[in-house]
């Protein structure tokens, strides 16, 4: 084996100063070249939330991130990827892909008021009154937690429950108060001015209500209180604030029957009489088992009554009263439902109203 062997020692020296430069140089370029960098381990944001490229590198060491500031797209939720670029002290770019997630843990907020008043009847839409917003800006469902009743007076607390496509949800607490039907005042509508009464009739409850003006203006008075039929499963009267027009001592009815003293509430409905199988004086021929249904839904769609109260609607209320018909299960504070008379099927006088005011009635 044969040595490297040095001729002079200025040979030797440059020898070592040439070897000693290259390997410092190399030292050096390799340095310069170098990237040192950590990324943030399975790097998670929240939707619609702003974070630069930077966010994802938990240090950089050495090297520069090109466009750091840069924004990441978090606008939807989902697993995604970036390519970044880092440039090192030589200027050489080197471009790698990170990956990070995308994510909803944000509840929906919800805007509204705490507190909803409504009166019985009232055409109610309840999450009208509720918007919600998610971060995510994708759609929120709303719905409503509780039992209320929206046809029965009360105060009831219900949650309005927002949830948004990730399933988070928020819940708003809201007091519902439901009121007594509201009752025009002598000035609330042009049909009513001047009108000395103003009827309600609660279809659930098969009952109608006839109110007077009080001192202050409002129809606050109970003038009278009469059990009913209105309309059957299938046949039910119409719900709505209407006028009476027309009145008719006798009417010809669906099914080939005879209303007595009949006032028209609107279009083909009216207050009447339960119906007669023949017309006119006397009325001695009544559907005495229809009149057994007073107090239950039973007519084509008319409010039936007793005969003497039917006669004083016909006697008593004008044209243009106003007329409510709406659903309640209960009745305002201090009424009491009337109690219908039964006709005895075998009763030789069961052909005559018991009420009808007629002389020649055999009940009176």
Same mark, same amino acid.
């Given at each position: ?23 410092? +140089?190399?030292?050096? /370029? ?22 630069? /490229? ?10 520069? #991130? ?6 990441? =797209? ?17 200027? &050489? *770019? ?6 990070? $997630? ?6 929906? =907020? ?31 469902? /709303? ?6 009743? /929206? @046809? ?13 496509? +990730?399933?988070?949800? +928020?819940?708003k607490e809201v007091t519902l ?11 609330? $509508?042009?049909?009513? &001015?001047g009108a000395t009464y103003y ?35 299938? $046949? ?9 027009? =027309? ?30 199988? @023949? ?7 009544? *559907? ?5 249904k007073l107090g239950q839904g039973? +007519? ?16 008593? #209320?004008?044209?243009?009263? @106003? ?17 219908? &008379? ?23």
């Amino acid at each position: 084996m044969k040595f490297l062997k040095f001729k002079t020692k200025k040979n030797k020296i440059l020898f070592f100063l040439i070897f000693g430069i290259t390997f410092i +140089s190399a030292i050096v /370029l390799f340095l310069l070249s170098h990237i040192d960098y950590v990324l943030v381990e399975n790097p998670v944001y929240e939707v619609n939330t702003e974070n630069t /490229l930077f966010t994802l590198f938990s240090q950089v060491n050495v090297g520069n #991130i090109k466009d750091q500031d840069t924004l990441l =797209d978090t606008k939807n939720v989902g697993e995604k990827a970036q390519d970044i670029t880092i440039i090192n002290q030589l200027g &050489i *770019e080197t471009t790698i892909n990170v990956p990070y $997630s995308v994510v909803d843990t944000t509840p929906p =907020d919800i805007a509204g008021e705490t507190e909803l008043s409504f009166a019985v009847d009232d055409d109610i839409d309840i999450l009208s009154h509720f918007t919600a917003e998610d971060n995510s800006l994708q759609k929120v469902s /709303l719905k409503i937690d509780g039992d209320y009743d /929206l @046809t029965r007076a009360g105060e009831y607390t219900i949650n309005i429950i927002a949830k948004d496509e +990730s399933n988070n949800e +928020s819940i708003k607490e809201v007091t519902l108060k439901i009121t007594e039907p509201i009752r025009p005042t002598m000035a609330s $509508s042009s049909t009513s &001015i001047g009108a000395t009464y103003y009827i309600e009739v609660n279809r659930r409850q098969n009952v109608v209500i006839v109110y007077s003006r009080g001192q202050n203006g409002n129809y606050s008075n109970i003038a009278k209180v009469f059990v009913a039929s209105t309309g059957a499963p299938g $046949s039910e009267t119409p719900l709505g604030t209407y006028t009476t027009s =027309d009145k008719y001592e006798s009417l010809y009815l669906v099914g080939n029957v005879w209303g007595h003293y009949a006032v028209r509430i609107n279009g083909p409905y009216f207050f009447h009489s339960v119906p007669y199988f @023949t017309k006119g004086a006397p009325w001695n021929n009544l *559907e005495y088992l229809e009149y057994n249904k007073l107090g239950q839904g039973a +007519s084509a769609g008319c409010v039936r009554l007793a005969a003497a109260d039917a006669k004083w609607i016909y006697d008593n #209320i004008g044209y243009g009263t @106003t007329v409510k018909i709406y659903d309640s299960d209960s009745l305002p504070p201090g009424i009491i439902k009337p109690t219908a &008379i039964k006709i005895n099927e075998n009763s030789q006088n069961r052909g005559w109203d018991p009420t009808d005011p007629d002389p020649n009635n055999p009940w009176l």
